[in-house]
């Protein structure tokens, strides 16, 4: 169900003047910006309101400061349990632009947009980008693909440019370093805009012989099995991916409790550690605000994505780690 709209104006007249200053120098966002897609302040994180294709508030992505906790994960979704979106959909209305570039993460796209670039990307980072996107895509004359500089943003811009034929994989460069994305080059790198502009200029479309890899690849995920059969690819996730090891992603220092491990909750705001995962069980427990489940259910919960993606993220997971 979409959350009232005025939540989003309320939360943005609450930005504190060190989540501004946080925006501004840490994440290079103009004043512009900040303001245009109504970043604010819920009390304790950084809101980025998302909204659907009709143009409904449909949850919040919550980012945290730089100075937080660094048990605390560096960004989740609230309310939990939404299908992913494209956050972008306000650009691809009548009359459609002439270019967009797809990138990977809320703030990599806010910092395009803040350069004046306009901009898109999915709300479950690399391992999912949604068919419906990809079609209102198709009508954008030129697109661009910059994802992150690690084998999951490459996996990832290749799986949109099978989606979307015309597009064109923009490569970041080696001073980035490893991981490194569109806000380390513009913010810690001091790029400008024309030094992003020469990257587009040298973008490629994706080879044919990697295009056909990743074509059979989309097929293989999708015959693993449907929603109505679902065992044989819910056992091959539980068997293959530690609970620990995906958790460890969204809750950094957890501690081992005997057999247990131990620590802050990302689905609620946790002030002690309510969070215990059961690693030989395949399962964790938040005895703070009850969420529980296996591993699918963790990467539903705290990438707010429905079973289906949820699966495809954890099997692109898998595959990377082979």
Known sequence: MPLAPSLANHYASQLTPDAFEYLVNDRG???EVIRRFQL?????RITIPIFDRRGRLAFFKLARLANDSPNSPKMVCWPTGNRAELYGW????QPKPGRIVVCEGEFDRLVLESHGIRAATGTAGAGVFLKEGAEAL???PHIFVCYDRDEAGRAGAE?????IPQARIVELPEEVGPG???TDFFVRLGKSIRDFEDLIEKARPLPEGQRKKAQLEAARRSGLGHLDHPD???RAIRENIPMAKVASQYVQGLMKSGSRLVGLCPFHDDHRPSLVLYPDEGRFHCYGCGTRGDVIQFVMEAECLRFPQALRVLEEYVQHRA
């Open 232 to 234: 044989p690819r819910v």
């Open 138 to 140: 198709l009508e954008v």
């Open 29 to 31: 966002l103009s004043v």
């Open 159 to 163: 799986r949109v440019a099978v989606l």
């Open 40 to 44: 604010g302040w819920n009390g304790r």
């Open 180 to 182: 490194g994305d569109i």
């Open 90 to 93: 306000e650009h691809l209305g």
